[in-house]
């Protein structure tokens, strides 16, 4: 397995995220190449990286169009442009719609908004998703693009743009969500223009020699939690924590009442993760007694009012509703996760599913298993992806709500998915990396008899 590099552990956590920076510009400004790509992994600055080389790009006298994958994500993107540098004049490329981005973006002076592309014609920066830059008649190229969330774009979209520009940064997270496609891509499966690959992977298997470049740092996850998810999800592009063992403390007001939820709780603030293991049994998806112990974890949490301490902030701060998540592999899941906390009095936590909550930031999280209850494990199940996004939304700890009898679910149900030929595998197969989390889970486990 790759290990962070002996230069690099030298380092401290900002120095060598300060030297991948520069050195993402460097290529991205001065190279020669069409395109850099960057590899970051969860809460690793891509977005505050964005924010820069777009900023960079335009302080160049080029214009700049940035792609991103949704509407909400191009919003975030503009706001924080726009944030950084008020004197620095965006455009919000939007749709027809009623409501086509977020009223935020209005109380900014330098942003401009139109739906049609004359209409913010020589602005230094325009922003839109993919969807709408597909509209868009090719005439003189842009100079530059920045494709944010590149993993999380297909391959035939980034082909509907690529007329667009000449040269363009590609910033994702490998260990994310394959992009969706609602029909079957089998028959193009290892072929250099598979439609369902990412843009990233299209982009590689066509340009081979492009700069590839990697943040090395994960500003949310702790120094407990990084060197789990690097192992399980980035073998190939490992990262550490930005803070250390101690820089970050968890603690609850009230003491425990000696439940298992108040036990798991105590585990996952002092080790940083918690395992609530209920007795093995197949259960239908939306297992009252998981969902039931989930909402049971929260309301604890909020009622023994807990305080995090974090670089962040030298004294305590609450920890509130709007802090904590909660992550199913189901939409039916969350529903009934959301109904069984509102019959527990619990209002403000967040509830969805590991698709929706990408890209988002808690200081704790609670996790219903992908593979609690179940009867075999399915490819969806055992997505990597949909494990990474779960286990890596927290800054101080993640409880784990699971049955027992997945270890052996696993090994009764061996990775046999097909091999084919001219795929490359960034992360590792989802057999092993749910072998990997459940092996450590296991030394944090409360087990309810």
């Given at each position: 397995?790759t290990?962070?590099?002996?230069?690099?552990?030298?380092?401290g956590?900002?120095?060598a995220?300060a030297r991948?920076t520069?050195?993402?510009?460097?290529?991205?400004l001065?190279?020669?190449?069409?395109?850099?790509?960057?590899d970051?992994?969860p809460?690793?600055?891509?977005?505050?990286?964005?924010?820069?080389a777009?900023r960079?790009?335009a302080a160049?006298g080029?214009?700049?169009?940035?792609i991103a994958?949704?509407n909400?994500?191009?919003?975030?993107?503009?706001?924080?442009?726009?944030?950084?540098?008020?004197?620095?004049p965006?455009?919000?490329?939007?749709s027809?719609?009623?409501q086509?981005?977020d009223p935020?973006?209005d109380?900014?002076?330098?942003?401009?908004t139109?739906a049609?592309?004359?209409?913010?014609?020589?602005?230094?920066?325009v922003v839109?998703t993919a969807?709408?830059?597909?509209?868009?008649?090719?005439?003189?190229?842009w100079?530059?693009?920045?494709?944010?969330e590149?993993?999380?774009?297909?391959?035939?979209?980034l082909?509907?743009?690529?007329?667009?520009?000449?040269?363009a940064?590609?910033v994702?997270?490998p260990?994310?969500?394959?992009?969706?496609?609602?029909?079957?891509?089998?028959?193009?499966?290892?072929?250099?223009?598979d439609?369902?690959?990412?843009?990233?992977?299209?982009?590689?298997?066509?340009?081979?020699?492009?700069p590839q470049?990697?943040?090395p740092?994960?500003?949310?996850?702790?120094?407990?939690a990084a060197?789990?998810?690097s192992?399980?999800?980035?073998p190939?592009?490992?990262?550490?924590?930005?803070?250390?063992p101690?820089?970050?403390?968890?603690?609850?007001?009230?003491?425990?009442d000696?439940s298992?939820a108040d036990?798991v709780?105590?585990?996952?603030?002092?080790?940083?993760?918690?395992?609530l293991?209920?007795?093995?049994?197949p259960?239908?998806?939306?297992d009252p007694?998981?969902?039931?112990?989930v909402?049971?974890?929260v309301?604890?949490?909020?009622?023994?009012?807990g305080?995090?301490?974090?670089?962040?902030?030298e004294e305590?701060?609450?920890l509130?509703?709007a802090?904590v998540?909660?992550g199913?592999?189901?939409?039916?899941?969350a529903?009934?996760?959301r109904?069984?906390?509102?019959?527990?009095?619990?209002?403000?936590?967040?509830?969805d599913?590991a698709?929706?909550?990408?890209g988002?930031?808690?200081?704790?999280?609670?996790?219903?298993?992908?593979?609690?209850?179940?009867?075999?494990?399915?490819?969806?199940?055992?997505?990597?992806?949909?494990?990474c996004?779960?286990?890596?939304?927290?800054?101080?700890?993640?409880?784990?709500?699971?049955?027992?009898?997945?270890?052996?679910?696993?090994?009764?149900?061996?990775s046999?998915?097909?091999?084919?030929?001219g795929?490359?595998?960034?992360?590792?197969?989802?057999?092993?990396?749910?072998?990997?989390?459940?092996?450590?889970?296991s030394?944090?486990?409360?087990?309810?008899?």
């Open positions: 397995m290990a962070v590099t002996e230069p690099e552990a030298a380092q956590p900002g120095e995220a991948a520069e050195a993402i510009l460097r290529d991205t001065e190279g020669a190449h069409r395109g850099v790509v960057v970051s992994p809460g690793a600055g891509k977005s505050t990286l964005v924010v820069r777009a960079e790009l160049s080029h214009p700049l169009m940035v994958q949704t909400a994500q191009v919003d975030d993107l503009v706001d924080r442009i726009a944030t950084a540098d008020p004197e620095l965006v455009g919000r490329l939007h027809s719609d009623a086509p981005y935020v973006l109380g900014h002076p330098s942003v401009r139109s049609k592309p004359a209409d913010l014609a020589g602005l230094d920066i839109s969807a709408k830059w597909a509209w868009v008649k090719p005439g003189d190229p100079r530059y693009a920045i494709v944010d590149a993993y999380q774009m297909r391959s035939d979209a082909l509907a743009v690529a007329g667009l520009f000449e040269r940064l590609f994702g997270d260990g994310q969500l394959d992009p969706f496609s609602q029909v079957g891509a089998e028959q193009w499966a290892g072929l250099s223009y439609p369902s690959a990412s843009a990233v992977s299209a982009l590689l298997s066509h340009n081979p020699g492009l470049h990697r943040l740092v994960s500003w949310r996850l702790p120094a407990s060197p789990l998810v192992g399980a999800f980035y190939y592009t490992p990262f550490r924590s930005g803070t250390g101690g820089d970050r403390t968890l603690a609850f007001a009230a003491p425990s000696g298992p036990r709780l105590d585990e996952a603030a002092e080790a940083g993760w918690g395992l293991e209920l007795p093995a049994r259960t239908p998806r939306t007694e998981a969902v039931a112990a909402a049971e974890v309301r604890r949490m909020l009622e023994r009012e305080a995090a301490v974090s670089e962040r902030s305590p701060v609450p509130t509703a802090r998540a909660v199913t592999a189901h939409r039916d899941q529903a009934a996760v109904a069984e906390l509102a019959a527990r009095g619990v209002e403000g936590v967040t509830v599913t698709n929706r909550l990408q988002r930031e808690f200081d704790v999280t609670v996790v219903l298993h992908p593979l609690s209850g179940r009867p075999d494990a399915t490819e969806f199940h055992l997505e990597t992806g949909r494990l996004v779960l286990a890596s939304r927290h800054r101080h700890a993640c409880v784990v709500v699971c049955r027992a009898g997945v270890a052996e679910l696993l090994d009764d149900h061996p046999t998915e097909p091999v084919q030929l795929v490359t595998l960034r992360s590792p197969d989802g057999w092993e990396a749910h072998q990997s989390v459940l092996a450590h889970l030394e944090h486990a409360v087990r309810v008899p």
